[in-house]
Structures are given as C-alpha cells and as structure tokens.
C-alpha cells in the first residue's frame, strides 16, 4: 500500500525551495546593481595583517607545489599588487565578497544559499612589455572546518587602455582558459585601480565560449 506524503512536510520543502528562489534571485538583482566605472573602500585592514591571511590560506592548501611558488613569487616582487577582499563589516557579506551565480566551475557543487564566509586574493604583477602576470585566490567557508581553496593563474593585460582581461588556467581540452577576469577599474596610465571589482567569465572547455558568472565585487590593492 502506497503511503500519503505528509503535507507538512511537503509545505515546509516548498517553503524551503521558494526562500531559496528568492535568495539567488537577490543575487541575480545584485550583479546588475554596481556600477564598475568607479569605486571607493574605507577599510582598515593593515597590509601586515592581509598578507598574513594569505600566508594562512596557502598553509592550508593541499593544491600542487607548483602552484604555490606560483604564488610565492608574485607576493614577493615588489612590483605586484595584492588586491583583496573578505566577508565582514567593511567588506560585505560573503555573497557579496564572491557574488557568484553558482560554484561549479571552481569543482565545488555547492549553492550560493550556503556559502557563510568567503575570502579572494587577486595578485596582479606588470612586466616591462605590457602584459601581466595573475593569480587568483578564492577560499570559500561553508561552515565550521566545512571549506574550499581554489588557485588559478595565467595572464593579463590592458585592452585599449579601458578593460583589464586576465585568462587564468587550467587550460581545457582546447586550450581555453578556465576562467577570464575583466575589470574597467583601469587608470589612464593602464594600471588598475587602487580598488577593483572583478567580473568573471567561465570558459567551457568543450566550446570556448565565455559565458557570465558573476563577479568579486570589490577588492582593494595592497603593495
């Protein structure tokens, strides 16, 4: 004999999915709302203490060697900017610090709804012949000792003096980047901004086309 569903149950899932659909579409709404041509932080988080959260966050990291000397040496040249970000009063919330549609081309099958704090690094390194050399950190806490970290790296450079574009790997079956970063904070030297906000790109790596994930939304430089 085939048993009834429980209505109570069934309201309180229904109830549960409709809070959800109203999450993500607030976060839909949100990355519509920032205008990316200007942008100011008020922080007052100490370049110190910033690079000893990044330190923190590569102790823990179970990623490739290579891709912390990849790290280790762009934090080290005094040329690079480490811009930066984290889920708290100054920042914003975590949807906001990484204000993503989904996770799932960083690996992580996980929803925005359940994301409690997040913190990004982005190091930008110029080089005398006009390109730039990036890395992208992004670590993602779920819940007590429940967290992700994630590192790409790859290229940048200044396209017509107005967009930053960095393409950071693993590169796909077809040699497309993974990921493109974009930012219209740039200066008229061709520099970024002192603070950025980053939108983000996912490349399939089937077809190489970019498609829009959303963004970190700001991020302020230390050097």
């Known amino acids: 004999m085939t048993s009834k569903p429980n209505a109570k149950n069934q309201s309180l ?18 990355h519509l709302a920032c ?14 203490e910033m690079m000893s959260y990044l330190d923190e966050v590569l102790s823990f990291n179970s990623g490739a060697p290579g891709q912390r000397e990849v790290i280790r040496q762009l934090r080290e040249d005094p040329r ?3 811009y930066f970000a984290q889920s708290s009063v100054e920042f914003g919330p975590a949807v906001s610090v990484a204000s993503l549609l989904d996770f799932t081309p960083l690996g992580v099958d996980r ?9 990004v690094f982005f190091i930008d390194l110029p080089l005398e012949d006009g390109t730039h050399r990036n890395a992208l950190i992004v670590e993602l806490w779920w819940g007590p000792n429940d967290f992700t970290t ?20 693993p590169q796909g079956a077809n040699g497309a980047p993974s990921m493109v970063l974009r930012s219209y904070d740039v200066s008229r030297r061709g520099q970024l901004n ?8 996912n490349f399939d790596p089937q077809t190489g086309i970019e498609t829009y994930w959303g963004k970190f939304s700001t991020l302020v430089g230390y050097q």
């Open 194 to 201: 002192a603070v950025i906000q980053l939108k983000v790109g």
């Open 111 to 119: 929803s925005p709804v359940d994301l409690q704090a997040a913190q």
């Open 13 to 30: 899932s229904l109830a549960k999915m409709g809070i959800q659909t109203l999450v993500l579409f607030a976060l839909a709404l949100f």
């Open 80 to 82: 690079s900017t480490v």
């Open 150 to 169: 994630h590192i790409l790296s790859g290229e940048g450079s200044v396209l017509d003096g107005t967009e930053y574009v960095a393409f950071l790997g």
């Open 35 to 48: 205008s990316t041509q200007w942008r100011e932080a008020n922080v007052s988080l100490e370049g110190d």
